[in-house]
């Protein structure tokens, strides 16, 4: 698996700070007031790097909480803003070229399926 883009350096160059918590609900939480990602200790490699890069677009649209949850939209929008970043259309033609498995893809990516579908609802059908 080839890996190009790296969410903690993202993070930093943004000025973010990361700190792992444990989190009863959500594997991460943006907190915007202290440019703060919280992330759940001890995920697996590809999940951590798949929530902090949905945590970073929460960063970058500026999204703020609305009565203790994000909407649906902010939600659905930092998934496939962070599907963008992380999958590479090619590597997965290339996977798809290998297994007619989804769930596949998604390993061989090093993403969440939830990233992949994100990816494969707005993404796939624009290419």
């Known amino acids: 698996m080839t890996v ?5 350096a993202h993070a930093e160059a943004l000025g973010l ?3 792992y918590q444990p989190l009863r609900t959500d594997w991460g939480l943006y907190v915007p007031d202290h440019k703060l990602v919280l992330l759940r200790p001890r995920m697996r490699a590809s999940t951590e790097r798949c ?5 970073i677009q929460h960063h970058l649209a500026g999204d703020r909480r609305r009565t ?22 090619r590597r997965l033609q290339e996977a798809a ?6 769930g596949q893809w ?3 990516l090093g993403v ?16």
Do not use: F, K
């Open 51 to 55: 929530v902090l890069a949905h945590e």
């Open 17 to 19: 700070q990361v700190a």
């Open 112 to 127: 969440t399926g939830d990233i992949l579908l994100a990816y494969l609802n707005r993404y796939a059908r624009a290419a």
């Open 106 to 108: 998604a390993l061989e």
């Open 68 to 89: 203790d949850l994000w909407s649906a939209r902010q939600e659905r929008l930092a998934d496939e803003r962070a599907a963008l970043h992380l999958i590479d259309r």
């Open 4 to 8: 190009t883009y790296d969410p903690h």
């Open 97 to 102: 070229l290998l297994s007619p498995d989804p």
